[in-house]
Structure formats: C-alpha cells, structure tokens
C-alpha cells in the first residue's frame, strides 16, 4: 500500500471516497497518530488521489455526496443510551457479564463455588455440598444474592441481559437507581430461596431470570393497580415472558437445546415483584387521591 494523503482529522472524507470508490480507484482511509491517512495499490494511484483532493480543496471539482451508510449504527446506538440515567441497570449488567468470564460462562467450578447459593467443594472430579446454615454460619451471607450473576452460557447471558435492559432501563429511569436496586435485591433473594426449596442442597442454580421476573411483576403489577403509572412496555412483553414461564414447567425447552430452567426461581421473582407492585402502586394511588 502507498500513503497518499495525511490530513487531519477534522476534514469529513466521506465524499471524497464516496467519489473514488465509484471511479474504481481502490483505497482505505485509516487513523495514526491524531491524522487520517489515504492509502492507494501504488505511486500513481497516490498521484491521482491527491490530485482529485486539490481540485475538490480549491473548488475545481464537486463531489456529489455520499449516501448515508447502510447496517447497524452500533455507535450511534450507543450514544442514544442515557447512560447516567440508568447506572444501577448498567452496573448489574456489567457485573454479570464479569461473572460470566470468570466462570468461563458457567464451566469453572472452582470459581462457580464462589457465588452458588449452597456452598461446595471441589475435589477429584466430584462436588462435595455443604448447607445453607454452614454457609451463613460462615458469614458468607453474599449467598443469599449472588447466584443471579451466574450464568451458563453466553445464549442464557444474552437473553437475561436484554430482559434486563427491558425492564430495569424503565424502571430506573422512571424511579430512580435505589428503588431499583431495593426492587433487584427483595426479587433476588426471594427467587434464590424459591429454587432453594424447589431443588435442595444438593442443586447448583444461577442467572438473572428470577430478577427480570420479578421486575416484569412489578411492572405489570404496578400498571394494574395504580392507572397514573405507566412504563411504556408493549403488552408483547408481558405476554411473551409469562408464556416463557408455563413452558419452562413442560419439557419442550429442555428437548430444544434451553437446558434445565429454574422455574421456582423464575416464578418466586415474579411473585415477590408482583407483591411490591401492589404496595407501590396502592401507596402512590393514594397520593394521588390525596391530591385530587
């Protein structure tokens, strides 16, 4: 490749390439050192480049504009997100896919002691479980929330993370970072006890879906009971989740690659969600009679 031009990087080259991709001059535009820099196949292919670029510099030669670019826009995405609105969502986000790299997406057993509800040990290829009760006889009471950032597998991830967005995104900014973080724990600690009693023991359980159950509760909950409240979910949403729920207590899951779901879990999170969106929307429904 030869340099052709070095500018800086202010100057928009958009057209200026738009232009020679149609011409069928072969180039790439790279950025070193603060600089945009134009590569060309050769010397003359430089020449003629920096040529076109005066003429368009001095005002010899128009470029018509180039079209807007086509495919996802992840950076414009991005910066659509109000970020300092909703950090409480981002940091749980954050924090679980940290989890997921260092279980090694739920495959470390060593590192998934850490976190599990029940603590175990590991040893010449076998678990060895203790209790609940040893567990918090230890101090590790962590254990009564932790295992929601457990995840096993980057598709159980993905899907809990999006949900997460969904529904915490809304809540946050509609309520605020410690409402929601009050809302995370209550549904997190009730979910891990609900498949606690579910499995026993002897049951290794983790990921975010008792949570996004119970948020979705609340959400759904809240709506109902206080009609001045509204989080702009579709009603698709709803729909989709619950109907998620009654197939995790089937087999149809399991038998298309889903795995085992933790259905207590998820059903405990939206019980205990449900619960808050009562409260709440009864308090605040009163506030607004008060003030009529």
Not at 10 to 30: A, E, M, Q, W
Not at 202 to 226: A, N, Q
Request: charged share 15%; glycine share 12%.
């Amino acid at each position: 490749m030869h340099r052709a031009l070095e500018l800086p990087v202010d100057i928009n080259l958009s057209d200026l390439s738009y232009f020679l991709y149609t011409r069928g001059i072969p180039h790439k535009v790279t950025e070193e050192s603060g600089k945009q820099v134009v590569w060309t196949e050769n010397e003359e292919m430089s020449l003629i480049v920096a040529n076109l670029y005066q003429q368009w510099q001095s005002g010899e030669l128009t470029l018509p504009s180039a079209p807007p670019k086509k495919g996802v826009n992840a950076g414009g995405f991005l910066k659509h997100i109000s970020w300092q609105k909703m950090p409480v969502t981002l940091l749980f986000m954050l924090a679980s896919m940290v989890v997921v790299l260092i279980t090694r997406a739920g495959t470390d057993w060593h590192t998934i002691a850490w976190f599990s509800f029940i603590p175990f040990e590991v040893a010449n290829g076998y678990l060895y479980f203790g209790s609940l009760g040893m567990g918090l006889d230890q101090g590790e009471y962590w254990r009564l929330f932790s295992p929601v950032f457990l995840h096993f597998g980057l598709t159980h991830l993905a899907f809990n993370m999006l949900a997460l967005y969904i529904f915490g995104s809304r809540l946050e900014t509609r309520q605020g970072g410690i409402h929601l973080l009050a809302i995370i724990v209550f549904t997190a600690v009730i979910s891990n006890f609900a498949q606690y009693f579910w499995g026993g023991d002897d049951t290794i359980f983790g990921g975010f879906s008792g949570v996004v159950y119970g948020l979705m509760g609340y959400c759904m909950t809240r709506e109902k009971v206080d009609r001045h409240w509204h989080f702009g979910l579709p009603p698709f949403y709803y729909g989709f989740m619950l109907t998620w729920l009654v197939l995790g207590y089937t087999d149809i899951l399991g038998s298309i690659g889903f795995g085992n779901m933790a259905n207590a879990a998820h059903t405990g999170g939206l019980v205990a969600g449900c619960l808050l969106g009562a409260i709440a929307g009864l308090l605040f429904k009163e506030r607004h009679i008060e003030k009529d």
